[in-house]
């Protein structure tokens, strides 16, 4: 079975630190999403990687970095919490697939990091 | 662009009675299509998928969809809720017009199910 593990299942931190969430995954996955999600707006997309290194950005970066020196470990990055970062934060990654405009390839979450900025 | 319409935030059944849970997609390409649960403050887990193969797809816990492609549905039913299945149940399509998805999902709202005794 997949593993997707996030370091941290609940956060608090203070409005203006730097917050560095972990996601680590055990299956040679070469995908990885960072998802934000709050009621009544679902699952939004903040960045994804698709190999070492390489990111992209997703619906709602602004305010988020990523970091993704091994294929194993896709980090998230808040430059300078605020309070409107407030929110669950789900890890995800997932197997390349067949090449092209569609994926076959189903996505494995992690339990979420619920992280409360104050 | 890909999109996904969950018909009703909130379905509350008895426990023993149909679950159907509602999931329209838009998508200009084939699309691949998913459906996942999440129980309270756990991360998402994959329900059943449909990848082409066959258009009625068997999942875990008992559950099936439909995928047709004339209606651009795939509803998500069990033919009898058990309390165990309340939780909040997301719809997904893959794919993207152009270029490469990399995977990447859409997901649909979400539905929460309330199971009554």
């Known amino acids: 079975d997949v593993k997707v593990t996030q370091s941290s299942r609940y956060l608090v931190k203070r409005t203006g630190e730097k917050v560095f969430l972990e996601c680590v995954q055990d299956m040679d996955h070469e995908n990885m999403f960072w998802y934000r999600q709050d009621p009544g707006l679902g699952l939004r997309l903040i960045y994804f990687s698709y190999d070492v290194k390489m990111k992209e950005k997703g619906d709602i970066p602004e305010g988020y970095s990523v970091s993704r020196e091994k294929k194993e470990r896709f980090s998230l990055i808040l430059e300078s919490a605020s309070t409107n970062q407030t929110s669950m934060y789900l890890c995800?990654?997932?197997?390349?697939?067949?090449?092209?405009?569609?994926?076959?390839?189903?996505?494995?979450f992690g339990d979420g990091t619920r992280l409360s900025i104050l | 662009a890909q999109s996904v319409t969950q018909l009703g935030s909130h379905v509350s059944v008895s426990e023993g009675a149909l679950v159907l849970l509602r999931c329209n997609y838009s998508?200009?390409?084939?699309?691949?299509l998913f459906w996942y649960v999440q129980y309270p403050n756990q991360g998402l887990q994959l329900l059943l998928k449909y990848t082409s193969a066959a258009t009625l797809v068997k999942g875990i816990n008992g559950f099936e969809a439909e995928f047709k492609k004339s209606e651009t549905s795939f509803h998500l039913t069990k033919p009898s809720a058990h309390m165990s299945d309340a939780a909040e149940y997301f719809c997904a399509v893959s794919g993207i017009a152009g270029g490469t998805s990399y995977g990447k999902l859409t997901f649909g709202q979400g539905t929460i199910l309330t199971v009554h005794p």
């Open positions: 998508s200009s390409v084939p699309p691949y």
């Open positions: 995800a990654s997932s197997l390349y697939g067949v090449a092209g405009v569609s994926s076959n390839q189903p996505q494995h």
